[in-house]
């Protein structure tokens, strides 16, 4: 099994990014996925997750902002990310698990390594 993120960089406050999950190794029928965001001294944070028949749901934080997607495929998982701010800034990781959940990352079997992203005021 593996995830590998992309997409990570430095943004300005109001950009926008896309990161990208490449997921192998499993049937992503079976699995939903998620993305998280750590930022230095806090917690891991759930931001967005995506159903294994491919329903979104998003953290509070980045509602309206942030939209979870997968191509035709299943394989590959996006993060669009707009209207950035500085608190955005972290790791960002997605994660693979059987059952979808923003507050509980330890439901979660299978994770990436990780992308940086960086929003400057």
């Known amino acids: 099994v593996q995830l590998v993120e992309s997409g990570g960089g430095l943004v300005q406050a109001g950009g926008s990014l896309t990161l990208s999950c490449a997921a192998s190794?499993?049937?992503?029928?079976?699995?939903?996925i998620g993305w998280f965001r750590q930022a230095p001294g806090k917690e891991r944070e759930g931001i967005a997750c995506l159903t294994s028949d491919d329903n979104p749901n998003y953290a509070d934080s980045v509602k309206g902002r942030f939209s979870i997607s997968s191509d035709s495929g299943k394989n590959l998982v996006y993060l669009r990310m707009s209207s950035l701010k500085p608190e955005d800034t972290g790791v960002y990781y997605c994660?693979?698990?059987?059952?979808?959940?923003?507050?509980?990352?330890?439901?979660?079997?299978?994770w990436g390594q990780g992308t940086q992203v960086t929003v400057s005021s």
């Open positions: 994660a693979a698990g059987l059952l979808p959940s923003l507050m509980y990352p330890d439901v979660y079997d299978y």
């Open positions: 190794g499993f049937t992503r029928d079976d699995y939903a």
